[in-house]
């Protein structure tokens, strides 16, 4: 699942690279978005820890 956004990035890496502006940045936007997402997800889970 943390691939997803590192995938994004890097199409909008290599959009920007064959200069594809807008595809670029919706790369980047789209994954900027499911970075957050998934941050959200991350930081709502309770951790069981017993001491």
Known sequence: MMSLPFLLFACGLGAAWLR??????????????VLLVLFRLNMTDVLNIAL
Do not use: P
């Open 20 to 33: 594809q502006r807008a595809a670029a940045m919706g790369f980047w936007v789209a994954g900027l978005v």
